[in-house]
């Protein structure tokens, strides 16, 4: 049983670049979220989808940022127009139901 | 008033001892409780959880709940050098989400 699988680890781009980032879920989990965190703070919620719906969307989810998860399986997460406030790691966590929920990774991503 | 809180720290203790960390939210409404240990650099791991008042024992880890009071704690007992890290408080949401809400989290030290 494979955990949470997220890509890529470590993002490194220019302000004002797009950047998209994956993640594949635990097999049959329905539930898949992302969070963000930054130094010295826990993971803050982004979104969440119950297999492919988007079911909410934080107030930190601009319009800059959009989430898929197509078919209900992996999921994309896309930043455009990046600024230096996206550094951040962002984390995603899948869940079959309510159970509870298991973080892949993350991804890093620093704005230069 | 934030809505899960914990006390940064650093909390040191010295190994073999119970290292008490606490964690305290403000939607009474809550039922599901988590403890994530995060090391740096990485993701959060889930090593406890607990929905009912009481005690929940693991291995060295106890979990305590005390909704009437909206207090939740984790004991390590024989602490060792390797728990050094910083654990995170996570309570879900009430609404259908079931999104987790973290606190800022508490770095623990078990010194040598």
């Known amino acids: 049983d494979t955990g949470v699988s997220q890509n890529p680890r470590h993002k490194i781009t220019k302000r004002g670049q797009n950047v998209t980032f994956r993640c594949d879920p635990i097999s049959e989990h329905n539930r898949l979220y992302w969070y963000r965190q930054t130094l010295g703070q826990g993971p803050e919620f982004l979104t969440y989808f119950q297999n492919e719906a988007q079911l909410e969307k934080s107030r930190l989810l601009s319009d800059r940022f959009s989430a898929e998860r197509p078919k209900g399986s992996f999921s994309t997460l896309e930043i455009q127009r990046t600024e230096q406030g996206d550094s951040a790691m962002y984390l995603c966590a899948s869940s079959l139901g309510t159970q509870p929920q298991h973080f892949g990774d993350g991804t890093r991503l620093s704005i230069l | 008033q934030k809505e899960v809180e914990q006390n940064s720290g650093p909390l040191s203790v010295p190994e073999g001892a119970i290292a008490s960390l606490n964690c305290t939210y403000s939607d009474r409404g809550s039922q599901s409780f988590f403890w994530y240990r995060q090391y740096s650099g990485k993701s959060p791991e889930l090593i406890m959880f607990i929905y009912s008042n009481g005690d929940k024992e693991d291995g060295r880890f106890t979990a305590q709940l005390n909704k009437a009071s909206q207090y939740v704690s984790l004991l390590i007992r024989d602490s060792q050098p390797s728990d050094s890290a910083t654990y995170l408080c996570?309570?879900?949401?009430?609404?259908?989400?079931?999104?987790?809400?973290f606190g800022t989290g508490t770095r623990l030290k078990v010194l040598a």
């Open positions: 996570a309570v879900a949401a009430t609404s259908g989400t079931y999104k987790y809400i």
